[in-house]
């Protein structure tokens, strides 16, 4: 969510949240589709997953590349490539549904190697994710980390590894090291119930000179100045809006400082996480996705407010054969199956 009419994507929610009533900021549910501000501040979409309307998990591209990290693992293992990767998705994943350094990427790999070299040649990776491809430190590679992570649990540097053999299609640099610090977020999150040891987990699989790695230290700081509280938490966007302001907003570090800030200050309660995700902007969705996620591989799902899970029924929509629909159970249930075999 970027700006509009003058407003920062934060003030947007907040604004459009406050003209229905004065109650629904801060952020305690789904949102309601229609808001009196929302002249000012542009209309909510995804009209399925509006409070009003929510019946089942909508697909979007968080999800379905969840699903496809899923299906890569069921079918080829620990040892997967990211040519496998690769091949789940232009095979399962319609063009129409990538997004930005995504789309590049797949159009650079087909258009090289699909059409004119063949599939037996050897993918010159680096090229594929950088060719026409100014999106490739966005935040699309750190959005597909979660199968990766839940395939690792307790193993954060496994989890990076793996995420590593994702990322690189699409992304370099910080665009890759978002992806191996939320999957190794997501594995040590089974081991550890405190945020902070969990996002220090993370970084530690990610190149301390990196700017995501420095960027993210000094979110902790702010944290720590607001003594890990969402009391605050005004105040703590405001500070991570001044130092990282400057970058688009669906790029890696702004949108993973949102979510670091999210665990730090949300702790062990399920809604202040992911709402506060929700409610720092930038790339919304994404952000309460990814929170929502390592929340879950800490807590796990008894720890997730009925008001929250109910709406869903259970049931995810995500447009990818096999998965469409499926029960979100279903899905947790191959995460372990594919757990287990990882493990072996």
């Known amino acids: 969510m970027g700006p509009h009419n003058g407003l920062s994507s934060k003030e947007r929610i907040k604004t459009y949240l406050l003209g229905i009533a004065p ?10 589709g229609t808001s009196p501000a929302q002249e000012k501040t542009g209309r909510i979409n995804c009209a399925p997953s509006q409070r009003e309307n929510l019946r089942f998990m909508e697909t979007d591209d968080d999800i379905r590349y969840t699903v496809l990290g899923q299906v890569v693992l069921r079918q080829k293992g620990r040892d997967f490539t990211t040519d496998n990767v690769m091949t789940a998705w232009i095979t399962q994943l319609p063009y129409s549904e990538v997004c930005t350094a995504e789309t590049q990427a797949y159009r650079n790999y087909v258009m090289r190697y699909r059409i004119h070299a063949g599939h037996s040649a050897t993918a010159d990776w680096l090229w594929i994710a950088t060719h026409q491809n100014p999106y490739r430190e966005w935040i699309g590679a750190q959005i597909r980390a979660d199968s990766w992570g839940y395939a690792a649990p307790g193993q954060p540097e496994l989890a990076a590894d793996f995420a590593w053999r994702d990322a690189r299609m699409s992304h370099i640099k910080n665009g890759i090291y978002g992806e191996m610090f939320v999957a190794a977020m997501i594995a040590a999150g089974f081991v550890h119930a405190d945020p902070l040891a969990v996002v220090q987990a993370g970084l530690a699989e990610i190149p301390r000179r990196s700017r995501l790695y420095v960027e993210m230290a000094q979110v902790i700081e702010i944290c720590c100045k607001h003594d890990f509280t969402g009391k605050n938490f005004e105040a ?10 400057h970058y688009h907003a669906v790029h890696t570090n702004n949108n993973a400082a949102l979510v670091v800030a999210a665990l730090l200050l949300g702790r062990d309660d399920f809604e202040k996480v992911v709402t506060l995700a929700v409610m720092g902007g930038w790339d919304t969705d994404c952000n309460g996705a990814t929170a929502g996620s390592i929340f879950g591989a800490m807590f796990g799902a008894d720890k997730i407010p009925a008001k929250w899970k109910a709406p869903l029924h259970d049931t995810l929509y995500s447009r990818i054969f096999d998965y469409h629909p499926i029960a979100i159970s279903e899905c947790a249930r191959r995460s372990v199956e594919i757990a287990v075999a990882v493990r072996k």
């Open 23 to 32: 109650e629904e900021y801060p952020l305690r549910d789904y949102f309601p």
């Open 236 to 245: 703590v966007f405001d500070e991570i809006y001044a130092l990282l302001g």
